[in-house]
T-cell receptor
Framework: KQEVTQIPAALSVPEGENLVLNCSFT??????LQWFRQDPGKGLTSLLL?????REQTSGRLNASLDKSSGRSTLYIAASQPGDSATYLCAVPFNTDKLIFGTGTRLQVFP | NAGVTQTPKFQVLKTGQSMTLQCAQDMNHEYMSWYRQDPGMGLRLIHYSVGAGITDQGEVPNGYNVSRSTTEDFPLRLLSAAPSQTSVYFC????????????FGSGTRLTVV
């Protein structure tokens, strides 16, 4: 059974800091890994999807890396801003027909 | 706007009552799924469907029923509501189930008293 965990559960930082969010998964036979953002009271928005053949993916100030052999992914946020405050979730597909989500990291960036 | 529409946004039920959470998508996606989100537990899969007429159980299916009579709609039924079903429910759709192109609804916040 695939299990996905995220550390830390919550993070509060001042504006401008560089951040690393961690995601671990138990079954390394994954097709891809995806990072989502969730704003309070809203649904999830996909940020980055890393295919199993890739080691990293970048979008603006976000960079996600994937190490299948160690069962880990990191989401790096450069020069954090208050608008980055949200919950970040990682997810991996299981059996090709569903997503398994991590427990999430709640990020607060204060001015 | 194209996307996933969930109704209602908020609902309060009494223990033992039944209700249906509605989910509709207009993107012609084959895959649809229901998740519940509880504090500290991420999103857990309740039921999912890989196409019209096909449904299957996820991680936490007890107390819920689903059906998929059309590609567009995937309602979630609570048969006899219990306080343990107090949660935020999300519906999602995707062209395939393997992570690509997932679109989420904005959620239904359900309280069972």
């Amino acid at each position: 059974k695939q299990e996905v965990t995220q550390i830390p559960a919550a993070l509060s930082v001042p504006e401008g800091e560089n951040l690393v969010l961690n995601c671990s998964f138990t079954d390394s036979a994954i097709y891809n890994l995806q990072w989502f953002r969730q704003d309070p009271g809203k649904g999830l928005t996909s940020l980055l999807l890393i295919q199993s053949s890739q080691r990293e993916q970048t979008s603006g100030r976000l960079n996600a890396s994937l190490d299948k052999s160690s069962g880990r992914s990191t989401l790096y946020i450069a020069a954090s801003q208050p608008g980055d405050s949200a919950t970040y979730l990682c997810a991996v597909p299981f059996n090709t027909d569903k997503l398994i989500f991590g427990t999430g990291t709640r990020l607060q960036v204060f001015p | 706007n194209a996307g996933v529409t969930q109704t209602p946004k908020f609902q309060v039920l009494k223990t033992g009552q039944s209700m249906t959470l509605q989910c509709a998508q207009d993107m012609n996606h084959e895959y649809m799924s229901w998740y519940r989100q509880d504090p500290g537990m991420g999103l857990r899969l309740i039921h999912y469907s890989v196409g019209a007429g096909i449904t299957d159980q996820g991680e936490v299916p007890n107390g819920y029923n689903v059906s998929r009579s059309t590609t567009e709609d995937f309602p979630l039924r609570l048969l006899s509501a219990a306080p343990s079903q107090t949660s935020v429910y999300f519906c999602a759709s995707s062209p395939t189930g393997d992570g690509y192109g997932y679109t989420f609804g904005s959620g239904t916040r359900l309280t069972v008293v």
